[in-house]
């Protein structure tokens, strides 16, 4: 996998069940600090950066969204796949106050796979939900 500071084209999915009820602002906040899930991205450089989800449960959705990002990136910006990295958002990943990390996870990194792109998990970090889960509150 390419280091995240030479990806160039970030590709954040987040839940499409919490996203009726969340605008994606704390997703926005942590990338452009470059804390949580971005930490490892570098602070000066101008990433493209796209806002998706995966369209619903089971998340099947992801797999048409991917390949038409990684074929109009390419023929369009001439950007290639390998420059593109996806970020899962912490609603997917991880059991927060919105509810257990996604039950389709597995399914949603397969997809990710067969469309050839890497991937990496968490975007805005809760400090509460950190402690819930040290304290077992959440899994
Ligand atoms: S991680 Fe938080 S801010 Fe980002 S989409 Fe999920 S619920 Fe919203
Ligand atoms: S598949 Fe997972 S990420 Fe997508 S809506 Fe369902 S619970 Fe959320």
Same mark, same amino acid.
């Not at 996998?1 to 069940?17: F, N, S």
């Given at each position: ?12 999915? =987040?839940?499409?069940? *919490?996203? =009726? ?11 452009? #600090? ?5 930490? #490892?991205? *570098?602070?000066?450089? +101008?990433?493209? %950066?796209?806002?998706? %989800?995966?369209? @619903? ?5 992801? /797999? @048409? ?11 369009? =910006?001439? $950007?290639?796949?390998?420059? $593109? ?10 059991? /927060?106050?919105?509810?257990? *990390? ?9 997809? $990710? +796979? ?11 970090? /809760? ?7 040290? =304290? @077992?509150?959440?899994?």
């Amino acid at each position: 996998m390419i280091a995240p500071q030479d990806k160039d084209y970030i590709v954040i999915v =987040q839940c499409h069940l *919490a996203k =009726q009820r969340c605008s994606g602002f704390a997703c926005e906040i942590a990338f452009h #600090e470059r804390s949580g899930g971005f930490a #490892e991205y *570098a602070k000066d450089k +101008a990433y493209r %950066t796209l806002h998706i %989800t995966c369209g @619903g449960c089971c998340g099947r959705a992801l /797999n @048409g969204k991917l390949s038409q990002i990684v074929r109009k990136l390419k023929k369009m =910006q001439k $950007i290639e796949k390998e420059q $593109i990295v996806v970020q899962l958002s912490s609603c997917i990943a991880t059991h /927060n106050f919105h509810g257990p *990390a996604c039950q389709h996870l597995d399914y949603l990194k397969t997809l $990710i +796979a067969q469309a050839g792109l890497d991937v990496r998990e968490g975007t805005w970090i /809760n400090e509460l939900s950190v402690k819930r889960r040290e =304290q @077992g509150r959440y899994a």
